[in-house]
């Protein structure tokens, strides 16, 4: 069966680029869209952004200005890059396969990674 | 961005039935999906679209919607049911792709 695995460094210095990748295995990341969502300790789930196999791109508004996915199909692997960050950035980032397109009403997140902490203290 | 609120906790006995409510603008035009979250784990989709359970959910789970309002219940709830829950649907309000709830936390008594 299709599983995801979120990898990259768990602590990242204020100001700098947080940068992580989601590995899919068991199936080919072709033809899908794949979502970051994150989460800090003890509060609810964010949606981080989106990227489609050819490279089209959606991203929360609200961290448009520091958000970069970029997808390598020969690897089954996209990634995630958060620039600047600071505290308020730390959380548990999850990779997601994206249930969502256009025409559809039922928008949704059928397959998650197991997750990773992602702290930003100096 | 759209909201979607959620109580933040309800508690159930042990074979009970429990109803999670979701709220939101968005609700009017896209369905809810649910996802339940125990303690360390990732979050895992319960229910979709209309009504519709992945493979491997048990079918005391159920969803159904009315309005701005989503509701996710659970028929005899077991032990192993407890856990927060999360709404999540498409936001209509065009600026954000994606919206979720503020989570209920589920206690099986």
């Known amino acids: 069966q299709v599983q995801l695995q979120e990898s990259g460094p768990g602590l990242v210095k204020p100001s700098e680029t947080l940068s992580l990748t989601c590995t899919v295995s068991g199936g080919s990341i072709s033809s899908y869209y794949w979502s970051w969502i994150r989460q800090p300790a003890g509060k609810g789930l964010e949606w981080i952004g989106r990227i489609y196999t050819s490279g089209s791109t959606n991203y929360n508004p609200s961290l448009k200005s520091r958000v970069t996915m970029s997808v390598d199909t020969s690897k089954n692997q996209f990634s995630l890059k958060l620039s600047s960050v600071t505290a308020a950035d730390t959380a548990v980032y999850y990779c997601?396969?994206?249930?969502?397109?256009?025409?559809?009403?039922?928008?949704?997140?059928?397959?998650w990674g197991r997750g990773t902490l992602v702290t930003v203290s100096s | 961005s759209s909201e979607l609120t959620q109580d933040p906790a309800v508690s159930v006995a042990l074979g009970q039935t429990v109803r999670i409510t979701c709220q939101g603008d968005?609700?009017?035009?896209?369905?809810a999906s649910w996802y339940q979250q125990k303690p360390g784990q990732a979050p895992v989709l319960v229910i979709y679209?209309?009504?519709n359970r992945p493979s491997g959910i048990p079918d005391r789970f159920s969803g159904s919607s009315s309005g701005n309002t989503a509701s996710l219940t659970i028929t005899g709830a077991q032990a192993e049911d407890e856990a927060d829950y999360y709404c999540n649907s498409r936001d209509s309000s065009g600026n954000h792709l994606y919206v979720f709830g503020t989570g209920t936390k589920v206690t099986v008594l």
């Open positions: 968005s609700l009017r035009s896209y369905y």
């Open positions: 679209g209309k009504n």
């Open positions: 997601a396969r994206d249930r969502g397109i256009a025409a559809a009403v039922d928008w949704y997140f059928d397959l």
